[in-house]
């Protein structure tokens, strides 16, 4: 929720020199292509990662683009004790340019994405897909996340390279959470007063539900 809001300040912002650029600009073919840098991923509360991406015009309205993440660990907000962390996150995207050109490209998009995580947690607990709270002083635990988006988005340019990509969209997303390997698991109930709500380290499930998107990136036009 945070992210979405500092996403929607940051756009405030831009709306006013957008409008500039619009009113000034030429229509042009749109032949450029991108490097992007996603830095609120960054600041995931739960799974922080660096994740980057290429967005390559193919021809006419056409892009087709590749977002790729890596981390490791927990984030700040979740003050686990943990170990040997590892995420990897893959996001394929086509993109379809709206109109015959201008110094603001709008699109719509299909992105498809997929997260694997894996992490030793240590001193904890968890609730089993029955319903049972364990604790636990060892568990490794995998969290796998797929699904689509249908976005729409810009590319605002803030000078001749450098420029902010604003999207939003939804779509569904599918997310196996499991534990394995148990260390000295009992039943019981861990206390959590470094936070007051649910995180994805505490409930083992199977879960397929409708999953909105909305973000920035930074990006350096080729």
Same mark, same amino acid.
């Given at each position: ?6 996403? =929607? ?27 992007? &840098?996603?830095? /609120? ?15 390559? $015009?193919?021809?006419? $309205?056409?892009?087709?683009? %590749?977002?790729?993440?890596? #981390? ?14 590892? =995420? ?32 030793? =947690? ?11 709270? &364990? !604790? ?13 988006? =249908?976005?729409?988005?810009? *590319? %605002? ?6 420029? *902010? ?5 939804? #779509?569904?997303? &599918?997310?196996?959470?499991? *534990? #394995? ?32 998107? !909305?973000?920035?990136? /930074? *990006?350096?036009?080729?």
């Amino acid at each position: 929720m945070r992210t979405h809001v500092l996403v =929607l300040i940051i756009f405030s912002f831009s709306v006013q020199h957008m409008i500039a650029q619009e009113a000034d600009g030429k229509k042009s073919p749109d032949t450029d292509s991108y490097l992007t &840098f996603s830095p /609120l991923s960054l600041l995931d509360f739960y799974s922080p990662r660096l994740r980057v991406g290429y967005v390559q $015009h193919i021809e006419g $309205h056409w892009k087709l683009g %590749l977002d790729l993440g890596v #981390g490791g660990g927990t984030g700040l907000f979740s003050q686990r004790e943990s170990e040997d962390g590892t =995420l990897f996150e893959v996001r394929p995207e086509i993109y379809y340019r709206l109109g015959k050109g201008s110094r603001t490209p709008k699109y719509i998009s299909a992105e498809f994405f997929y997260i694997d995580e894996s992490i030793t =947690l240590l001193n904890d607990g968890y609730q089993r897909r029955d319903g049972v709270d &364990f !604790l636990y002083d060892k568990a490794d635990f995998n969290r796998q996340k797929y699904g689509m988006h =249908l976005k729409f988005g810009l *590319f %605002l340019s803030l000078g001749r390279h450098f420029g *902010f990509n604003f999207y939003g969209g939804l #779509g569904f997303r &599918f997310k196996d959470v499991s *534990f #394995g390997n148990l260390v000295n698991a009992r039943e019981g109930n861990a206390e959590r007063p470094r936070h007051g709500f649910t995180t994805i380290y505490e409930k083992e499930e199977k879960d397929f539900r409708p999953n909105p998107t !909305l973000g920035v990136k /930074l *990006f350096y036009k080729l």
